[in-house]
């Protein structure tokens, strides 16, 4: 599921739920079942993707698939394609297909298995503005939420200069990271113990993930035409992300002014708390309408943007505290007798100089999602 299908998910459930009053409640069911929209369209080779859902019940906020759609991406002037439904509520197009092309304009459009019919204006696809660069700095910051101050780096981004004023960003972040498990497997039991005859095959892994965030900024309202030390990601040395090697790769799109404005409030309702006390539900509404009956609520946008991306690879930091799973490794091996044969075999590492058991999750990166095999991109 994409990230900001379930924080529009998220914000629909929390605006509702904290802007009600008791003459509001008999309400808040006409905002169930809605349809969610998750689309977009770069100029970078497809296939794009299109996800959609259903909103739930404001008080049990989770992922809904719409399946069974008929979904379209349209050309003005020029091809339309049928996405295939890939997996439940995600539609896609064919790697050969329909191709973003810069100053051409697209939109989409939906019919449901009910017979209703949706769809977006058509928006033009604006030129790609590069990133200059981005780069790190550690940082450190005060929470309520540990014993102890957050550490790590906090990611910031600089992009050329536009070639017209007034542009729109958007960012999405995808992060790659090499990291350890906590021992190494130096000795196996299977009714005996015997030294690990070949090397520890499961102790370093990659993870490639989406980034929990986005982020968004404009030069409309500055007397320059790009941005400069703009902050993204912070990661923390609270997990295993900054153990060995991290890599951030960032997708700088450019938007036009409506869709800058529906993304800034959804950034806005999930990072501000007052929104809880002064905002009603569902203001937020984003380019789908349905095409029969403006009036019913659809969530959710169909970008249409220039893009253009850059990675970076930061070092893990030294000389700081990392506070990811803690593993203790037990030399005490008398638990190993009560071990049925089914799960042979058990590894150990070496504590005080001897066998130790410990949790398998301890000796195997792969338990927390990590793929054995390193990434074309990955560095030597």
């Not at 998750?38 to 399946?67: A, C, Q, R």
């Not at 790609?128 to 014993?147: F, V």
């Not at 965030?213 to 703009?230: K, M, W």
């Amino acid at each position: 599921m994409k990230i900001k299908n379930f924080i529009l998910i998220t914000v629909i459930s929390l605006a509702v739920l904290t802007a009600c009053r008791d003459e509001f409640l008999p309400e808040v069911t006409k905002y169930e079942n809605l349809l969610v929209v998750d689309g977009m369209i770069t100029n970078d080779p497809g296939p794009y993707s299109v996800e959609l859902s259903l909103s739930s019940k404001v008080d049990n906020p989770h992922y809904i698939p719409y399946t069974g759609c008929d979904v379209t991406i349209h050309e003005k002037g020029g091809v339309s394609e049928q996405l295939i439904e890939y997996e439940q509520g995600v539609y896609k197009t064919s790697p050969d297909g329909i191709r973003g092309m810069v100053g051409n304009e697209y939109k989409l459009s939906i019919k449901t298995p009910e017979g209703k019919q949706y769809e977006s204006d058509y928006q033009k696809l604006r030129d790609p503005i590069a990133i200059d660069s981005i780069y790190h700095k550690l940082k450190r910051q005060k929470t309520t939420d540990y014993d102890h101050d957050l550490v790590g780096y906090q990611f910031y981004v600089n992009t050329e200069t536009g070639n017209r004023p007034g542009n729109y960003f958007l960012w999405q972040l995808e992060e790659t990271y090499e990291y350890n498990a906590n021992y190494k497997i130096e000795y196996i039991f299977d009714g005996s113990i015997s030294s690990m005859g070949n090397s520890d095959t499961v102790y370093t892994c990659w993870k490639t993930q989406k980034v929990n965030d986005f982020f968004v900024a404009e030069t409309a309202s500055l007397s320059t035409s790009h941005i400069s030390d703009y902050p993204l990601h912070y990661v923390t040395t609270q997990t295993k992300q900054l153990q060995v090697k991290y890599s951030l790769l960032a997708n700088q799109l450019i938007i036009n002014e409506d869709a800058y404005q529906f993304w800034k409030q959804v950034k806005d309702q999930v990072s501000e708390e007052s929104y809880l006390f002064s905002k009603q539900p569902f203001q937020i509404r984003g380019n789908i309408r349905n095409a029969k009956n403006e009036q019913e609520p659809v969530l959710g946008y169909f970008t249409v943007a220039g893009s253009s991306k850059k990675r970076i690879y930061a070092d893990s930091p030294r000389g700081v505290e990392f506070y990811y799973m803690d593993c203790y490794a037990d030399p005490d091996l008398r638990a190993l007798g009560y071990i049925p044969p089914s799960e042979y075999p058990v590894y150990l590492t070496i504590a005080d100089g001897g066998p130790a058991i410990a949790p398998e999750p301890c000796f195997d990166c792969t338990f927390f999602g990590g793929k054995l095999t390193k990434p074309d991109f990955w560095p030597n």
